[in-house]
């Protein structure tokens, strides 16, 4: 763990969230800020396939087996019922049960998307980032304990200091929580190394 990850994060650590977060958000707006019950990522072959491919989602999956995936998603609906950390970790396993792979990341993004107030997106940097962080004796597994770790950091000084950063700035975003989510996911991943050299 380097020495970067027990301390506040810096201005421009702040500035690198703050502009990456805005940039995605401003890139993804008609999936984070759609009327519910709408998920735009769902909506289309062509969106999901886009969706997939920038967030390097169902890597190794045939096309035939995403799209069938995506499928399912709908069919069951169950990501609009998505209150909870806990509803996350059903729905994945629903998916399980119909023959998919484990794809915690996929329905976290989704969910994201959906309650991007409530949720934040689950992968392997943002868990080794907020592992590191807390000082967590393991990545945090499965998503529900991953969600209260993160609500944890937000009430944390970490999470203090982002939002005070925050009150600064524009917000590109009509749910100042959701924005602030997303400059958190940005944080952890930036702490977890996503964009080491």
Sequence with gaps: MSEQNNILPSIDELDFCY???GSNWVHWRECFEARKP???ALDSEKRFSTFISEYGL???VTRAERLRLRRVIIEIGLIK???SGSDVDKLVEALVQRGFRREVSLVSKLAAFYKPEKFIAFDQFARRGLKQVL?????PYPYSEYLSHVEALCLSDYGREISEYLQSRHIPANNK???YLRVVDVFLMLRGDRWAR
């Design 19 to 21: 502009f990456t977060a």
């Design 38 to 40: 709408a998920c735009p």
């Design 58 to 60: 169902l890597r190794g």
């Design 81 to 83: 019922d998505c209150s």
């Design 135 to 139: 000082r967590l004796q393991e990545l």
């Design 177 to 179: 929580q959701a924005f």
